[in-house]
């Protein structure tokens, strides 16, 4: 039994990784964190998990919170893993980080976009970063993940091998992203009151979204050259899950069915990627609550495009449900355990 | 052309209040007054309103920043209006008050279920109970009105005629009523964070709702004799609207139809009310974005019980609406004026 | 590995049997039918089931399409379960009927509300009524299950135990329901459009919905005695999920506390009920995705009554859920197995 | 008095025409037609109109039915038309047609993308395409008016300008449209049934949309040039509303601030269209219920990109609103009659 700690479990990533983790076979949580909420048990704060017989939430994100855990998931503010990381790595513990501090192979390109002086830069070019489909190899072997943000996981995996195939553009990516606004977090703002966004829907972030430079940094590594991408994200009127359009432009004549073949033969085997048939195009909710990506893409002729639509669950595939993936990786688990949840509850 | 501040504009009610106002031919907003904005254009803050062309935010919630009007609306919290009044009648100005300050016959009750001291025990004595289709007389002669709740509105508007008549039994009176989460204000709580509350629905205030006396007061007005009721209030995942369903138990053996054609004779010629017949019942939608109250009823000789079905706008009739409503009868002007939107934007 | 058949699986209960199962690990569907997709996967026509490797649809919704199946559930309209049973039962299958056609002690009451005619007046003495916490005895050793109502069950749960405690009237039973869309089944109705729902809500059924007598009948099991229950149903802007406010009048003096206590000890080692304590309430998403059942309660001692509130997912313990709890109970499995989801995905 | 006729007055674009018309001031709805509820009041059918004391349901939809009247809207499918305009025209009646039959110049193209004959290829040229803000000389002088298209009207009145002004590349167009359901019409199918939307989000008609052509023609008619663009819409889970992402190349070096101005000169005392200032950007919500377009931009200097996003409610703006609009021009009255509300429900 793998024993695990949570850092930061009020947060609804720290929540979800409990979630999850309740059911997972061979891991028990022993640690769970929350500064507000010190020796209140999680049910009593949150009635979702009545009935769960964890352990009380310790007060303090420290290391010492979380001693004698094999794996420590961090579901911290951007800036906070920075410092500590290290500690919890002499002690040999293994790191999942669902935060941004080392999802970056350059620090620099942290320090431009996140506006935060990044002082681990040796460190993070150990990192894995977390997305198996793609680094499976390099996660197995690693201590510390930067766990994916949500929107890029949506973005890099059905592009990632149209790049690499070069059937697209590198120079002409244009991503319209639209996500459940538990992506924003638990937030208590003004903004964010539900007559707010009751019937609304948005834009923001335009020509700066953090995830822009995370999209670009695996993009360009799959395109094997810099790749500039224009991102803009939304805010659904929903709780969870993230589609991405991704407007793309061909470099050569090729068919829908041939686009859904060289996904289909990329992904093959893998357990969480469905790549759909035309006519299918996926829809939002056919991701929510499992660790699932689905794809569907279109090509245009007429205007010589290709549209690819993708969808996840924000929460899951595009932050906890990964993290436990890796989890099962870096402790030579079956990669699904805990994550068997192939289809949602739905509608 | 009257001339209207308001005091306390950057809420719902005050909001809605300007959205009102602005089409209303008779009347100009003068003054809007907001602490934490002062000196800002409402379309700055509120992008809903882009284009309105009215009075910068004063910066102070006080009679001097309302100097000049004829009529002052006030949008605060509880308690804040006892002070602001007395100058304000002073100086001759009518005074709308949408908080629950002066809506108590007798301040002992306001201070149990409140917890606030009443310091205007003779004032209150002499303001209107704002709710027209009741005390239409009382109101066109007042300076002070106690503009009514949401629910009470909700709830007093079907029942009253009913215990007039004597057709229900007083002393079972169960009101289970649900509203859109406006109702709860523009809060900045993570448990109105929009991810909590989408898909969900929920039961508060049991036992203890302060709009318990509130109705309390206006049906034992009704029957001629002390009332208790039982409100159980919810929290419906919309913005706006309220529906009660009342559950009562007759008296006497009466068929829908003649529930219908009581209802319908007491409020003849009222613009506001629509008394539905079988086999409509009123949808919270039908009376959004309007000043109606549909009303809708079922007896059930089964059980010998009726039950009563009632829909409001809780920001339009259940408050805002109903103020101007209150501020034409006391400036002498047609009732209905700027409040012409008998037939709400649909679906 | 128990075989299972599901007879009408192209409804939303048809779907959630087929979802829940996917991952029993003691049960494998063999066969599905659809009279309208005959031939098809499962994933063509709901893409929500991409990657699900059962069997394709029979064309038929007759006992050969599951010939070799040892259990039968059906998710069929009301009347058709009659004549499809007996050839079932005469082969040795075990049937879970998740109509309403079994669920009745007195074929009379089914005729009377229904207003169809029951062909197996003796057959369904022989049935158990599928509520394992109050007859798990008689569900271990049926043949024949009428799996409970959505409605019933949110009420039953909660005031059983009360009436036998006889702590509350029997005479003075006001439930006011309310469920998300998923409960009027996969409609082509106007009605049902989803602009028309959205932003709304409103009361239906009143005074002869068809899951009164269902009520009545457990619960005058209950007290010992007839009972009458005034049952109004609402309709919720969600997807999934009930919540039941049950307004009671107490016959003796009792705290909110010794309610809590008397249900909880009700429910003791009950793995799917859940009682809160003040000052948690239930609210509808906690139990959505999930086979519990919350329930709280409040005592007003100002009013004499008791609320009790109670939420599930209709779509889990109201239905396909609480059949495989049945079914896990008529093949001697762990009663849990395949709902071990015990915290919902949330927010 | 302007007599005004509605053929196809059951559908939603139809009740909202109502909706308008029936606060107009200068307006009189003397004839309805519905196939399908002849001689049944409307208030009847959809108890939101309620009170509504307008002529009852005229079962055929001919122009008998619309005798007499000055004006008369089409709010029919695609084709029908074709035949009711020749001699509604030839009785001297204007006409304002809500569906695509009339928006094209050149037959060819409408018969391309809808997929019908197209009969009447010489009146078509006759005709106004009905968006005031480009075409209102041409519309004050017309008889017949192909009203916008929803999606054009968001996309046309955003790019035009900045086409003629040359400022982006008529060769790299990418719309990202997002409508509310209430834009597919009032359908009784079950892909549009409640639970299957809620929650939800998909993006539909990729690369074969039909308002496609509609955009092409009037943002060539900008460029000076034929333009071909790429237009992906999506289905919001909301009721009303469509928000437009368009994605456009710079030709030039421009700034944020000298495109807003751009547009804002453009449309310089228009009353309908309003242009936000960075930090703003438009939401939904703050169009939904007006005849207003909402505009904002960003330049992303890093990608040489232009990010527009536009905001109209679909229903007011992009059908009912804007045909009110057109009947003003076309008899000669202030072009905001009837359209006043300027600032929507909110919250």
Chains 1, 2, 3, 4 share one sequence.
């Not at 620099?108 to 070019?125: D, I, P, V």
């Not at 500039?228 to 090729?254: E, M, W």
């Not at 991701?287 to 090509?299: L, S």
Request: with cysteine.
């Amino acid at each position: 039994m793998i024993k695990v700690g949570i850092i930061g479990a009020t947060g609804y990533t720290g929540n979800e990784l409990v979630r999850i983790l309740a059911n997972h076979p061979e891991a028990e949580i022993t640690a769970i964190t929350s500064r507000t909420n010190a020796g209140r048990k999680l049910e009593e704060v949150y009635g979702n998990f009545t009935g769960w017989n964890g352990p009380v939430f310790s007060g303090s994100d420290s290391p010492d919170a979380v001693a004698g855990c094999d794996v420590v998931f961090l579901a911290l503010p951007h800036g906070v893993a920075l410092e500590l990381v290290p500690p919890l790595l002499e002690k040999g513990q293994k790191v999942i980080d669902l935060g941004a501090d080392f999802r970056f192979r350059d620090a620099a390109t942290y320090q431009t976009w996140y506006k935060l002086t990044h002082t681990q830069g040796e460190l993070t070019k150990t990192a894995a970063y977390g997305l198996p489909e793609i680094y499976r190899k390099e996660i197995r072997q690693a201590m510390l993940i930067g766990n994916p943000g949500c929107y890029p996981t949506s973005v890099i995996l059905p592009v990632y091998p149209l790049l690499k195939e070069g059937w697209v553009d590198p120079d002409r990516i244009i991503i319209d992203s639209k996500s459940g606004v538990s992506g924003a977090g638990r937030k208590a703002e003004a903004a964010y009151n539900y007559p707010e966004l009751f019937g609304n829907f948005k834009a923001y972030g335009l020509a700066g979204h953090r995830h822009t430079p995370e999209i670009e940094q695996e993009l360009s590594h799959g395109a094997g050259r810099a790749v500039k991408v224009s991102f803009t994200p939304h805010l659904l009127p929903v709780a969870r899950g993230i589609l991405s359009t991704i407007h793309l432009s061909l470099t050569k004549s090729v068919t829908t069915q041939e686009v859904e073949e060289i996904l289909a033969r990329y992904y093959q085997g893998e357990p969480f990627i469905k790549v759909l048939k035309e006519p299918q195009l996926p829809e939002l909710k056919w991701a929510v609550g499992t660790n699932c990506c689905q794809i569907g893409v279109r090509v245009d002729k007429r205007t010589n495009q290709m549209i690819v639509v993708s969808v996840i669950d924000n929460m899951v595939k595009g932050a906890s449900g990964q993290a436990v993936q890796n989890m099962n990786l870096i402790c030579d688990l079956p990669e699904t355990m805990g994550l068997q949840q192939q289809w949602p509850v739905y509608p």
